[in-house]
Nanobody
Framework: QVQLVESGGGLVQAGGSLRLSCAASGRTFSSYPMGWFRQAPGKEERKIVAAISWSGSSTYYADSLKGRFTISRDNAKNTVYLQMNSLKPEDTAVYYC??????????????????WGQGTQVTVSS
């Protein structure tokens, strides 16, 4: 079992920055890949934002977010981060972290992740 708790969301003006954190407990954190997803208002689908390998040596970003968002992890603190810069109103969404405890490499589809946090709201005002 893995428990994930996100924090760091909030209201920010366009152009601003936020750093999301996801604290994990349960199974050894350094043994599995992690991902960040987001679900925009009125949308049912959760879309990949970024993902990171268990060691942190490999990362993946949605094409539209490259250069603005950075995923990282601190295995000593059992935490994965998402640094979001130059935020835009279209980044408004509920952001979820997810764990893929069955995986080895980076995964990008929601159904490939088996544990999810409760989500944290990010609202970007224009």
């Amino acid at each position: 079992q893995v428990q994930l708790v996100e924090s760091g969301g909030g209201l920010v003006q366009a152009g601003g920055s936020l750093r999301l954190s996801c604290a994990a407990s349960g199974r050894t954190f350094s043994s599995y890949p992690m991902g960040w997803f987001r679900q925009a208002p009125g949308k049912e689908e959760r879309k990949i934002v970024a993902a990171i390998s268990w060691s942190g040596s490999s990362t993946y970003y949605a094409d539209s977010l490259k250069g603005r968002f950075t995923i990282s992890r601190d295995n000593a603190k059992n935490t994965v981060y998402l640094q979001m810069n130059s935020l835009k109103p279209e980044d408004t969404a509920v952001y979820y972290c997810a764990a893929d405890t069955d995986g080895v490499g980076i995964r990008v589809r929601p159904n490939e992740y088996n544990y999810w946090g409760q989500g944290t709201q990010v609202t970007v005002s224009s």
